[in-house]
């Protein structure tokens, strides 16, 4: 973004709305790394919290920024903070641009926001060095457990994206081959893929699954070329990690179906779109949002949640059996009990190097720092 566009922004900002608009609720905070709370002990009613928000894209673009934003916007409402004049959202600010995001942070900070939610991965450096300058500022930041002065907050997605290969493999009868469109070669995009290989082999022991790399979080002519390549390759049935829609249009107008990503996708492409996996962030910022007004707030505690936080959207009754349904649900129950444990051994990966042995299980810090692929992961990056 440019910095004319921030400006704008801001300026909506201090006349008091940025962002109109604001599920489900619950809460957990895990790990805490020490008692340490800059911004612990002072309360505030919390329909009364001033809430900013960082983005990396456009809160519509139909993927991940949609899916945090919807997020947000819910989590307001359960809350009663109006979205009008207390959350201040700010669009496009680049990653890589290291003065905008500090000066992002700046004029939140002036318009007196209490909490700052950076929204994507790569603010995390740049918001835990900002956070010693405001150590009265909350800052949440979508991350891995990196930093010890600011929250982070992840969602176990490899448990969705498990039963989203899962369902594929079982839809894709009379064939062990699926496909699937991933953006960049980073770990979480890995555990993305790995996860859903896996749930593929754990309907079909056979089965395997074709990556093709666009190399760009979100690049819809690329999207759109490899779920093409994939279908004329054979492929029926994919999984993605992409932000547009390009993947499931492209599949409903070849005749190949598949799972959306981020947000419930079936209204761009229906039918294409069996499944979609969500990321719900409503439980998490809740428990950020409430916390912070009561006081009670440690700016050292993780969250990595799972359960309904990565949650699969409501079938498509038109494109999935009822008995494939009934056998997706009840594998859920099996993971959510710990009978079935996504990542437990034996787990190879593709060039027979045993990962995790028999009868035990990956951590959750191997989980999130992924650099490998399953053994039945055809075209992972070397």
Same mark, same amino acid.
């Given at each position: ?49 001033i809430i900013g928000e960082i983005q990396y894209s456009v809160v519509e673009d139909g993927g991940w920024g949609q899916a945090m934003h ?79 002065? @600011? ?5 176990? &997605?490899?448990?969705?994206?498990? +039963? =989203?290969?899962?369902?594929?493999? #079982?839809?894709? /009868? ?38 093709l790399w666009a190399d760009s979080w979100y690049d819809l002519d690329i999207e759109s070329q490899n779920a093409k390549t994939l279908i ?66 440690? @700016? ?5 949640? &799972?359960?309904?936080?990565?949650? +699969? =959207?409501?079938?498509?009754?038109? #494109?999935?059996? /009822? ?60």
């Amino acid at each position: 973004m440019k910095k004319k566009l921030l400006s704008l922004l801001l300026v909506v900002a201090m006349t008091g709305a940025l962002v109109a608009g604001c599920g489900s609720s619950g809460s957990g905070s895990t790990d805490d790394k020490d008692d340490s709370s800059s911004a612990a002990g002072e309360t505030k009613a919390v329909e009364d919290l001033i809430i900013g928000e960082i983005q990396y894209s456009v809160v519509e673009d139909g993927g991940w920024g949609q899916a945090m934003h919807e997020g947000m916007l819910q989590a307001c409402e359960n809350l009663g903070i109006d979205t009008s004049t207390n959350l201040l959202t700010m669009e496009e600010i680049s990653e890589e641009d290291t003065a905008l995001v500090e000066s992002t942070v700046e004029e939140l900070v002036d318009n007196g926001a209490d909490i700052i939610f950076g929204c994507s991965a790569g603010y995390s450096t740049i918001l835990a060095e900002m956070q010693e300058e405001y150590p009265d500022v909350v800052f949440a930041q979508q991350s891995n457990d990196v930093y010890e002065n @600011i929250i982070e907050f992840q969602i176990r &997605g490899y448990e969705g994206e498990f +039963l =989203a290969g899962y369902m594929c493999a #079982l839809m894709n /009868e009379g064939s062990n081959e699926l496909g699937f469109c991933a953006s960049m070669d980073e770990a979480s995009v890995r555990t993305a893929l790995n996860s859903f290989a896996l749930g593929a082999k754990y309907a079909n022991p056979d089965a395997t699954v074709q990556v093709l790399w666009a190399d760009s979080w979100y690049d819809l002519d690329i999207e759109s070329q490899n779920a093409k390549t994939l279908i004329d390759n054979g492929i029926k049935y994919m999984g993605m990690e992409a932000s547009s829609p390009a993947v499931p249009q492209t599949c409903e107008e070849n005749g190949a179906y598949c799972v959306g990503y981020n947000i419930d996708m079936k209204d761009s492409a229906p039918g294409a779109v069996m499944t979609s996996f969500m990321w719900n962030w409503v439980p998490i910022f809740e428990d950020i949002m409430t916390k912070t007004a009561d006081g009670t707030i440690d @700016i050292s505690a993780d969250y990595y949640e &799972g359960g309904d936080c990565a949650k +699969l =959207a409501d079938f498509n009754e038109d #494109l999935v059996p /009822e008995d494939i349904q009934a056998k997706v649900n009840e594998l859920k129950e099996k993971i959510s009990s710990g009978e079935v444990v996504v990542y437990s051994g034996e787990l190879k990966d593709d060039q027979g190097n045993v990962l995790v042995e028999e009868g035990e299980t990956m951590s959750d810090e191997d989980i999130l720092a992924q650099d490998f692929f399953v053994d039945n992961v055809i075209g992972g990056k070397k």
